[in-house]
C-alpha cells in the first residue's frame, strides 16, 4: 500500500501539468488534454482520500461522476474545435475573431 502522500504529490504534478497545457499551449486540442489532465488528478485526489475510509464509496462514486462529465466535454468540446475548424481553417483559439462569417 502506497501512502496518501505519494497519490496527493502524484496529482499535484498531473494538475500542474494541466494547467501549464492550458496557459500556455495555443492548440485547442493541446486545451482540451490539459483539462482532461486536471480532471483526472481531482480523480486521484478523490480516490486517494477515499482510502482513508474504506467502508464508504463516495470518492469513488464522485470520481466516476467526473470521468463521465469529462467524457461528455471532450466530445461537446471536439465538436465544437471541429465545425470552427470546418469555418477558420484554423484550431488556434485567439485566430477566430468572430462567431460566424454569415450575415
Same mark, same amino acid.
Given at each position: ?5 505519494h ?22 486540442i ?27 464509496? =463516495? ?5 466516476l ?5 469529462a ?14 475548424y ?7 483559439? =485567439?485566430?477566430v475573431?468572430e462567431?460566424? =462569417?454569415?450575415?
Amino acid at each position: 500500500m502506497f501512502p496518501l502522500q505519494h497519490f496527493l504529490i502524484l496529482a499535484a504534478i498531473l494538475f500542474s501539468i494541466g494547467l501549464m497545457l492550458v496557459v500556455v499551449k495555443r492548440h485547442a486540442i493541446m486545451m482540451l488534454i490539459g483539462i482532461e489532465l486536471m480532471l483526472n488528478a481531482a480523480n486521484l485526489n478523490l480516490v486517494a482520500f477515499n482510502q482513508l475510509y474504506p467502508t464508504h464509496r =463516495d470518492g469513488q462514486m464522485f470520481a466516476l461522476f467526473v470521468i463521465i462529465v469529462a467524457v461528455c466535454e471532450t466530445a461537446v468540446g471536439l465538436a465544437i474545435i471541429l465545425r470552427t475548424y470546418h469555418f477558420y481553417q484554423t484550431s488556434v483559439p =485567439d485566430a477566430v475573431a468572430e462567431l460566424s =462569417d454569415k450575415p
